[in-house]
């Protein structure tokens, strides 16, 4: 069993910034990718969009919308995976999901809401 237990977000307008943090324990030896993950207001689960990702080595993924304005970071040490979200627009607005892989499953931490009003 995995725990994730997501802090940060909020409301913000237009421009400015958030952080969004996941803490990963449990049985996570074997923790591989970790990531951010979105859903939009009205959406269902199945919907939920990836934000961006990292595995344990350090590679990267971003959705194209938010290239060049969110960063990825992640801490093997501590099994923790952040999110920097910096030049923030209403179209970011969603509850924003952690997820963390292991071999054959995926778990996800509760949701945290962001809001950027215009």
């Known amino acids: 069993q995995v725990r994730l237990a997501e802090s940060g977000g909020g409301s913000v307008q237009a421009g400015g910034s958030l952080r969004l943090s996941c803490a990963a324990s449990?049985?996570?030896?074997?923790?591989?990718?970790m990531g951010w993950y979105r859903q939009a207001p009205g959406q269902q689960r199945e919907l939920r969009k990836l934000?961006?990702?990292?595995?344990?080595?350090?590679?990267?993924e971003y959705a194209i919308s938010v290239k060049g304005r969110f960063t990825i970071s992640r801490d093997n040490a501590k099994n923790t995976v952040s999110l920097q979200m910096n030049s923030l627009k209403p179209e970011d607005t969603a509850v924003y999901y952690c997820?963390?892989?292991?071999?054959?499953?995926?778990?996800w931490g509760q949701g945290t809401q962001v809001t950027v009003s215009s």
């Open positions: 934000v961006a990702s990292v595995t344990r080595g350090g590679d990267t």
């Open positions: 997820s963390a892989d292991l071999p054959g499953f995926r778990y």
């Open positions: 449990g049985f996570i030896s074997t923790l591989n990718a």
